[in-house]
Nanobody, 124 residues
Framework: QVQLVESGGGLVQAGGSLRLSCAAS????????MAWFRQAPGKEREFVAS????????YDADSVKGRFTISRDNAKNTLYLQMNSLKVEDTAVYYC?????????????????WGQGTQVTVSS
């Protein structure tokens, strides 16, 4: 079983940037599609971005296109999310997840391992 631990969250002003990390242990993530999701208070957990096992392909939600970049370093067993031009509506707990089906889609049911989340708060 893989353990995922997110870090890098915090409080930032609108227009600012943050870089989230997701460190994996217990099992290599190099063979798996990985993704970031987020959940705002009172809302469903939503897909943010995914990346292929090799890192050569990515898929972003429309709400973050052009602002967020997902990447990975398989040698370090780590997933990243670079977030630029942050908006107040990006405020949420951000989770990394591992896909068990090999698809890069937004369905939560495709992902079987989740981290505990890291809080991102964007102030106006």
């Amino acid at each position: 079983q893989v353990q995922l631990v997110e870090s890098g969250g915090g409080l930032v002003q609108a227009g600012g940037s943050l870089r989230l990390s997701c460190a994996a242990s217990g099992r290599a993530i190099s063979l798996y599609v990985m993704a970031w999701f987020r959940q705002a208070p009172g809302k469903e957990r939503e897909f943010v971005a995914s990346i292929s096992a090799s890192g050569s392909s990515t898929y972003d939600a429309d709400s973050v296109k052009g602002r967020f970049t997902i990447s990975r370093d398989n040698a370090k067993n780590t997933l990243y999310l670079q977030m630029n031009s942050l908006k107040v509506e990006d405020t949420a707990v951000y989770y990394c997840a591992r896909s068990w089906v090999g698809r890069m889609g937004p369905s939560r049911s495709d992902y079987d391992s989740w981290g505990q989340g890291t809080q991102v708060t964007v102030s106006s």
